[in-house]
């Protein structure tokens, strides 16, 4: 078992030390006035890891958990209330454009979203990004959403949707540090 173990810590240490591994992830908290009821303080937390093949190719999973306001999960549900979420999101990103400061990317995958006690979301699709290069770190923004997305709710609400999703709800930021 140890050898197996020190085995897993060598090849770790490998990978990282090539220099193409990266972590990161996104972090959100605010607080929405639900009508006349008290304030509530949604969250999420949403960690990634990911590793580069070569300057063109990466691949990586974000996962994580979230605490928020179901009415916000679906568009038009006939649902609401809070709830608590789990999500995976495995991809594959093709960096189209590189600059020196500046990457233009691509990240094409699928996701899943489970709402405890309420349903499911899955999509497959591809997000459009933005890198900044600091050294080690980069700044990282995705903007909208071209795919299919489909909401299943335990208690009658289920839809699907196809198509490009460009508004200002679909903005994603985080920090990476690249080893």
Request: aromatic fraction near 14%; glycine fraction near 16%; proline fraction near 2%.
């Amino acid at each position: 078992m140890k050898k197996i173990l020190m085995s897993v810590v060598a090849a770790m240490f490998a990978v990282c030390a090539s220099a193409q591994v990266y972590v990161g992830g996104n972090v959100g908290i605010a607080s929405v006035d639900a009508g006349g009821s008290d304030n509530e303080t949604v969250y999420s937390l949403l960690p990634e890891v990911g590793y580069k093949f070569n300057d063109d190719w990466a691949a990586g999973v974000m996962f994580g958990w979230s605490k928020g306001n179901l009415s916000n999960a679906g568009g038009d549900l006939s649902i609401s209330g809070l709830t608590h979420t789990f999500e995976i999101n495995p991809y594959a990103r093709l960096t189209v454009i590189h600059g020196k400061l500046i990457n233009v990317f691509c990240d094409g995958g699928f996701g899943y979203k489970h709402y405890n006690g309420s349903g499911d979301k899955y999509s497959i699709g591809l997000r459009p990004g933005i890198e900044l290069k600091l050294d080690r770190f980069s700044l990282m923004a995705h903007v909208g959403f071209l795919g299919y997305q489909k909401s299943d709710f335990d208690h009658g609400g289920e839809s699907s949707v196809w198509g490009l999703d460009f508004d200002g709800s679909n903005i994603s930021l985080g920090i990476y540090y690249n080893f």
